[in-house]
């Protein structure tokens, strides 16, 4: 698993959709890559940033959050309001 293998996948990762022997791939590459274990810190900081978002349907979504957490949040809401 590359670097970019891990981004690309990170999502799905974290909210535990990975079969197990991508998350075996996956915890193996962090635990020999420091840079992606930082990157996966502050990918979760977003998370929760977002989910503060969601939260607070009214809140505006700050312009630092990127484009697909934007969607990640919006169609979060759509379906909390169906
Ligand atoms: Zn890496």
């Known amino acids: 698993m590359t670097c970019q ?3 690309d996948f990170l999502m799905d990762y974290i909210e535990g959709a990975l079969p197990q022997t991508q998350r075996d791939e996956f915890d193996s590459h962090l635990g020999a890559c420091p840079p ?3 990157y996966m810190k502050s990918y ?7 989910k503060t978002l969601c939260d607070q349907p009214d809140a505006p ?4 959050v990127p484009e697909k957490l934007i969607r990640a949040i919006l169609s979060a ?3 909390s309001a169906s």
């Open 44 to 50: 979760e900081e977003t998370i929760r940033m977002g």
């Open 5 to 7: 293998d891990l981004a």
């Open 77 to 79: 809401r759509a379906k």
């Open 36 to 38: 992606c274990i930082e």
């Open 61 to 64: 979504i700050p312009d630092d």
